[in-house]
């Protein structure tokens, strides 16, 4: 049983950052993809960023890229979303999701079958 559990987020003023955290526990973190989507009040859950098991490629959505980076650690299982420049648009749950190292990078939610319960990021202006 593979689990996910995020961390990090939080309430930040506009333009400030924030690291988003994603342990991974129950299997080797090195045989999975992973991504970040979020979802917004009322809006659908929107893919953020990916890169995949040997931090060789990653992907990024036109909304963030330029303020966004995610990472990995495979040695500590764990993800990481840095988010800079932060603005109430990004306001949102963000998840954390992970895919067999074997697929092609993904960026939709059904890409992942993997998923953390999400942290909540407020940015106010």
């Known amino acids: 049983q593979v689990q996910l559990v995020e961390s990090g987020g939080g309430l930040v003023q506009a333009g400030g950052s924030l690291r988003l955290s994603c342990a991974v526990s129950g299997r080797s973190f090195a045989i999975f993809n992973m991504g970040w989507f979020r979802q917004a009040p009322g809006k659908e859950r929107e893919f953020v960023t990916a890169i995949d098991w040997s931090s060789s490629y990653t992907y990024y959505s036109d909304p963030v890229k330029g303020r966004v980076t995610i990472s990995r650690d495979n040695a500590k299982n764990t993800g990481y979303l840095q988010l800079n420049s932060l603005k109430a648009e990004d306001t949102a749950v963000y998840y954390c999701?992970?895919?067999?190292?074997?697929?092609?990078?993904?960026?939709?939610?059904?890409?992942?079958?993997?998923w953390g319960q999400g942290t909540q990021v407020t940015v106010s202006s």
């Open positions: 999701a992970a895919a067999p190292a074997d697929q092609a990078l993904g960026v939709r939610n059904e890409d992942y079958p993997y």
